[in-house]
T-cell receptor, first 115, second 113 residues
């Protein structure tokens, strides 16, 4: 059974600081990994998708890396802004049998960027 | 291009009642998955529908059931509601076998009193 862990559970940083969020998963046989952002009480917004064959993906100030063999991914946020304050969720897509895939989430990292 | 649409946005039900939540997938997507997210937790997988059949199911009791229609939209039904069913219910759509990941809706906030 795939398990996803995110560390730290919460993080508070001053505006402008660079930061790293960590995600680890127990089964390295993944199809891809997706990072999401969730604002309080809202749905999930996809930030970056990394295929199992890729090492990293970049979008603006965000960079996500994937080391499938060690079961780890990191989300790097450069020059953080107060608008980046949200919960960041890591999810891995794994084959679950009968031609289907399943997405397994971590509990998220709650980020607060202080002006 | 419309994303994933969920209705209603909020819902308050009494313990023991039944509830139906609805989801319209993103255009071009044929697979719908449902998740339950309790406060402070990550989303938990309930089940997935593809070709109008339940393909995968998470660790949820039979009180949770669903349906997918020919237009790929889906319903989540919960019977005999418990206080512990209070949560944000998220619908995600995808295209079976594609590499493009999942698109989530804004969710339905269910409160059971």
């Amino acid at each position: 059974k795939q398990e996803v862990t995110q560390i730290p559970a919460a993080l508070s940083v001053p505006e402008g600081e660079n930061l790293v969020l960590n995600c680890s998963f127990t089964d390295s046989a993944i199809y891809n990994l997706q990072w999401f952002r969730q604002d309080p009480g809202k749905g999930l917004t996809s930030l970056l998708l990394i295929q199992s064959s890729q090492r990293e993906q970049t979008s603006g100030r965000l960079n996500a890396s994937l080391d499938k063999s060690s079961g780890r991914s990191t989300l790097y946020i450069a020059a953080s802004q107060p608008g980046d304050s949200a919960t960041y969720l890591c999810a891995v897509r794994s084959y679950s049998g009968a031609g289907s895939y399943q997405l397994t989430f971590g509990k998220g990292t709650k980020l607060s960027v202080i002006p | 291009d419309a994303g994933v649409t969920q209705s209603p946005t909020h819902l308050i039900k009494t313990r023991g009642q039944q509830v139906t939540l609805r989801c319209s997938p993103k255009s071009g997507h044929d697979t719908v998955s449902w998740y339950q997210q309790a406060l402070g937790q990550g989303p938990q997988f309930i089940f997935q529908y593809y070709e109008e059949e339940e393909r995968q199911r998470g660790n949820f009791p039979d009180r949770f059931s669903g349906h997918q229609f020919p237009n790929y939209s889906s319903e989540l039904n919960v019977n005999a509601l418990l206080l512990g069913d209070s949560a944000l219910y998220l619908c995600a759509s995808s295209f079976q076998g594609s590499d493009y990941g999942y698109t989530f809706g804004s969710g339905t906030r269910l409160t059971v009193v």
